[in-house]
């Protein structure tokens, strides 16, 4: 098959479509330059975003008069196990208050409860009540990102972003150590487009769909470490994925936030005991993620697992809590006839996040020039353990940090010459269609079973070599 390429061009070319990329582009737009966002599947209704619980982490004492930036920063940095890029895990706690509560400006509705109070969690690792999250009742548990995303995309839109929706970039290219332009394919009008940019701005997302288990959505296959490396660019801590320890396996699979460990819930193996205590006695069923999912996994290959996982059990959880917070998943048991907190619920750990990433400075650019990241794309803010919560605060303080530093960084710059056939024809040989050779779903396959044992919940320098 012979495609054709076009070229266009931009000030400052996104990569990506979901919270960080639409919030980058709204902050670049208001700097006055053109924006593009290329999107692999369709900006605002895709990536980890879409199917997100929503929890967004402020520490401050406007949320919980008892917190504060420097808590946050401590939590963040607790949980990260020291490994976290203490300027990143600051710039996020320091500009969570502004950032999270200006999304108001874009037509999001912050959750409230009946009394008009903000709805407020407390998920594991986090020492205050500092979770909040988006009004979302309205929306499918699989789509309640867009409570977000759809009023960042629409303003946006206002602004004057060009979208490219189903256009997967598939390279990204530098000259002299500077970004010049991408390669992308525009799968509807089946057309490669080289995308010439003074500045990019990758926000693809993590690489979940890199391993056999995992929430992640299909379009979360590690695009952004490989543009990024490809690119010229660091990656740095690439062996810290995160393993969510609370996604249902029966009676539905869902994602079960753990924020619900806070409000009472306990975790018991298949003799009913609650075993979280002997592995964490302080915290107990409030370990952080990598604590429980390290418990869960042993527990099951002790012999004491159910299914390949253990209860939740909620019966401690408030009933009204229960249906005012986890409406989504007591609504699910509801159809199967089922009531939440009462029937067995069976949970497993799955990768959920990736804490490596690009390596960036504090203007999220990488070491190639006029090349920025945000959003899972970055390495770095969360060390080896992410807080619930943290991800979206990140997507949208760094989103709005990477918009500003990219359009500075454009403004000084002249767009890159258009490319000509020749080195057009360059970039295109090793991406041709492949007639012959290993097929493609069995090596993905294998794929993510390498990084499941070898990179996986128990992993040694030993088994990341191997694999
Ligand atoms: C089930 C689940 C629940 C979660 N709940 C929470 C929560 O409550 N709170 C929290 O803080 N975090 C949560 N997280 C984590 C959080 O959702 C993500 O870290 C965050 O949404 C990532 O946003 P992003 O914009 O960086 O990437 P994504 O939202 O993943 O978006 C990536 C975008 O890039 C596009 N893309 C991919 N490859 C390419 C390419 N080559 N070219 C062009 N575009 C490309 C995708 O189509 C998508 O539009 C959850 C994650 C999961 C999986």
């Known amino acids: 098959m012979t495609l054709t390429v076009d070229q266009l061009d931009t000030d400052v070319l996104i990569v990506g479509g979901g919270l960080a990329g639409l919030r980058a582009a709204i902050a670049a737009a208001e700097g006055g ?66 950032e999270v509560f200006g999304l108001t400006r ?61 256009t997967p970039i598939l390279r990204l290219l530098s000259r002299d150590g500077a970004i010049e ?93 609650r075993f979280m205590p002997s592995y964490y006695p302080e915290a107990k069923d409030m370990a952080t993620r990598d604590q429980t999912s390290l418990a869960i996994f042993q527990e099951v290959q002790a012999g004491r697992g159910v299914e390949g996982g253990v209860y939740l059990d909620a019966s401690g959880v408030d009933r009204e809590v229960l249906e005012v917070k986890f409406h989504h998943l007591t609504e699910a048991m509801r159809r199967l006839n089922l009531e939440f907190g009462k029937d067995p619920v069976i949970v497993t750990p799955v ?44 997507c949208i303080v760094f989103g709005a940090l990477s918009g500003a530093a990219a359009t500075e960084y454009a403004r000084g710059r002249e767009m890159p010459r258009p490319a000509g056939k020749e080195s057009i024809a360059a970039m295109l040989p090793s991406l041709a269609f492949q007639e012959e050779g290993p097929d493609i779903a069995d090596l993905r396959r294998e794929m993510r079973e390498i990084n499941w044992k070898k990179n996986g919940i128990i992993r040694t320098e030993e088994s990341l070599l191997a694999g």
């Not at 520490?59 to 949980?79: F, K, M, R, W, Y």
Request: hydrophobic share 40%; with cysteine; charged share 20%.
């Open 351 to 394: 990768v959920h996040h990736y804490m490596g990433g690009i390596s960036v400075n504090r203007h999220l650019e990488s070491g190639v020039h006029g090349l920025f990241a945000a959003g899972e794309a970055c390495g770095g803010t969360h060390g080896a353990n992410r807080l619930s919560g943290n991800a979206f605060s990140e």
């Open 106 to 166: 874009f037509g999001v509705v912050l959750g409230r409860d009946k009394s008009g109070n903000l709805l407020r969690g407390q998920p594991p690792g986090h020492t205050k009540r500092r979770s909040l999250r988006a009004e979302s009742d309205h929306l499918p548990k699989n789509a309640r990102g867009q409570s977000i995303t759809i009023p960042l995309l629409k303003f946006a839109e206002n602004l004057g972003v060009t979208l490219l929706d189903r």
């Open 33 to 98: 330059v053109r924006v593009m966002i290329a999107c692999k599947r369709k900006a605002g209704r895709s990536g980890n975003t879409l199917v997100a619980e929503g929890g967004i982490a402020v520490g401050s004492p406007n949320v919980d008069p008892e917190d504060s930036i420097e808590q946050h920063v401590a939590d963040t940095l607790a949980s990260g196990k020291d490994l976290c890029d203490p300027i990143l895990s600051r710039m996020l706690a320091e500009n969570s208050e502004k």
């Open 181 to 273: 332009s991408a390669l992308a394919m525009d799968e509807e009008k089946e057309r490669y487009l080289v995308i010439h940019a003074k500045a990019v701005i990758i926000a693809a997302g993590g690489a979940g769909q890199m391993f056999s288990l995992t929430n992640n959505t299909a379009d979360i296959t590690g695009d952004s470490y490989a543009l990024a490396l490809d690119a010229g660019a660091d990656l740095r801590d690439m062996e810290f994925p995160q393993f969510y320890p609370n996604w249902g396996i029966s009676p539905f699979r869902s994602t079960i936030s753990s924020v619900m460990m806070g409000e009472g819930a306990v975790f018991r193996n298949k003799n009913q005991e």
